[in-house]
């Protein structure tokens, strides 16, 4: 458990509005990202995040924004919501492998947020 | 960019052992994980490999890595239904971070 939650788990909305997910971890790590999960894709970036006010575009960025004004808030915002945009999302938080100091770090993800855009 | 490739269903029976393949392009990762996704939740790392390495065992789990050929496997050791999952390969070309996901393999394990 990486102590992540994402807010709200199920949503559905209509074209054009505008939609925010949440992610929230308790453990103070400085990386946070979202991904979305579609079928035949795999799981792909579409930002993250280095510390607070600190983001930057993964692969799919366009029609999204994010926003971190706290170290343990991540915001994914779509702005007009489209139903290319209908989605599973996933946050995740970067931290080392237990193992010792010579474990890699990587990351590890939340339960995710189901997305209909109808 | 990267390009993670993996077969899209396995099926085996329980007991039998499971490899799961999984082939990519950039040959330049220093990591190489596996993460298992459950129905309806996240991911969830299983295990990883340093690039410097060709095997790496964990319990039921192997992982070989053929850094010539630019092929990662993954063997499940007397699989269990509870092993029923989509697993996913995931490089981490140019030495960062940053995670390239295949498109996953769904394992279906039947009595």
């Known amino acids: 458990d990486a102590g992540i939650t994402q807010s709200p788990r199920h949503k559905v909305t209509e074209t054009g509005t505008p939609v925010t997910l949440r992610c929230h971890q308790t453990?103070?790590?400085?990386?946070m990202y979202w991904y979305r999960q579609d079928p035949g894709h795999g799981l792909r970036l579409i930002h993250y995040?280095?510390?607070?006010?600190?983001?930057d575009k993964g692969e799919v960025s366009d029609g999204y924004s994010v926003s971190r004004s706290k170290t343990e808030d991540f915001l994914l915002t779509l702005e007009s919501a489209t139903s290319s945009q209908t989605s599973v999302y996933f946050c995740?938080?970067?931290?080392?492998?237990?193992?010792?100091?010579?474990?890699?770090?990587?990351?590890?993800f939340g339960p995710g947020t189901r997305l209909t855009v109808l | 960019g990267e390009d993670v490739e993996q077969s899209l269903f396995l099926s085996v029976r329980e007991g039998d052992s499971s490899v799961i393949n999984c082939t990519y392009t950039d040959s330049s990762s220093t990591y190489l994980y596996w993460y298992k996704q459950e129905p309806g939740a996240g991911l969830q790392l299983l295990t990883y490999?340093?690039?410097?390495?060709d095997m790496k065992q964990d319990q039921r789990l192997t992982v070989l890595l053929n850094k010539k050929d630019k092929h990662l496997s993954l063997r499940i050791a007397d699989t269990q239904t509870g092993d029923s999952a989509i697993y996913f390969c995931a490089p981490t070309p140019g030495n960062t971070d940053k995670l390239i996901f295949g498109t996953g393999t769904r394992l279906q394990v039947f009595p």
């Open positions: 995740a938080i970067r931290r080392r492998v237990a193992g010792g100091p010579a474990s890699p770090d990587t990351q590890y």
């Open positions: 490999i340093f690039s410097n390495m």
């Open positions: 995040s280095y510390g607070v006010k600190d983001t």
């Open positions: 453990e103070n790590h400085r990386y």
